[in-house]
């Protein structure tokens, strides 16, 4: 099981650092879709988005950007994800169309979820996107909200988090794998993971209370590790920074989890006001 929870870039020659792809049907499951691109200067992707609707995620480097309706020439804020600053992202809508030519050496995330196209496409820029420290001590990690669930979309949830050496993130552990609102909501959800130094890993627990799932994962620079349920608490080991973009989708878009009951200890308390 474990080695089907890590998917890796499909490469065609040893130099070719080849596309990483989730779809519904290769991952088993309903909503999520990801894919990571690599495009040259001067290389163009075009697509249509079809039912689903779609978040353009500009990893590292330089882009134009278009859709049937609006084009945005010359986005793109960071060459590499470890500069820590919020990125550039296109929201897209269903039954539209994207081209996207790349100005640099580009790396692309392309989320995906089913939408209705109750919303235009826009651009969300570094300045739009929610930036949070969240945690203390060993599990404090840097958090940019890049599509919350206040913001406009109809499945998408689109999260980066950066995890620094000798840290925990999404800890303590927690779940979101029942339609059971308004205690817990039924998101799956994709981890691609890149890692500073890229010679390094990351490692990863996903596993139920019952541990009909129950797997320990080591995830290298540039894999991503599918969550179907579970809890999925993440160590980065010391030395190595980690970061990883989640994608998360369900039926209804909210995000609400449960932690696991022995480790709610951990979560911070209360603030007492006076």
């Not at 539209?96 to 989320?111: R, S």
């Not at 800890?171 to 817990?184: S, T, V, W």
Request: negative net charge.
């Amino acid at each position: 099981m474990a080695e089907s929870l890590i998917v890796s870039p499909q490469r065609t020659t040893d130099t070719d650092a080849g596309r990483l792809v989730i779809t519904p049907e290769s991952a088993g499951w309903e909503y999520v879709g990801f894919e990571r691109v690599l495009l040259k200067p001067g290389e163009r992707l075009d697509r249509p988005t079809g039912d689903n609707e779609i978040c353009l995620v500009l990893l590292a480097g330089k882009a134009d950007v278009a859709t049937e309706h609006a084009t945005w020439p010359n986005i793109g804020s960071r060459m590499n994800v470890f500069e820590q600053t919020p990125p550039y992202s296109v929201y897209v809508p269903p039954q539209d169309e994207f081209g996207v030519t790349a100005l640099t050496e580009l790396q692309l995330a392309i989320c995906s979820a089913p939408g209705k196209g109750s919303f235009p496409a826009r651009v969300i820029a570094p300045e739009h996107v929610g930036v949070e420290t969240r945690g203390t001590g060993s599990m404090e990690r840097f958090i940019h909200n890049i599509l919350p669930e206040q913001a406009e979309a109809e499945s998408l949830l689109v999260v980066e988090v950066f995890t620094p050496g000798g840290h925990w993130s999404s800890y303590p552990p927690h779940k979101h794998d029942r339609d059971a609102l308004p205690d817990e909501s039924l998101l799956e959800e994709t981890y691609y993971y890149q890692i500073n130094p890229p010679h390094g890993f990351a490692v990863q627990r996903v596993y139920t209370d019952d541990e009909s799932l129950n797997e320990t994962l080591v995830v290298k620079h540039d894999q991503a590790v599918l969550v179907p349920r579970g809890y999925h608490p993440v160590s980065a080991p010391p030395g190595y920074d980690a970061y990883y973009l989640n994608v998360m989708a369900g039926p209804r878009r909210t995000w609400k989890f449960h932690v696991e009951t022995q480790h709610e200890w951990l979560m911070p308390k209360p603030r007492r006001m006076d």
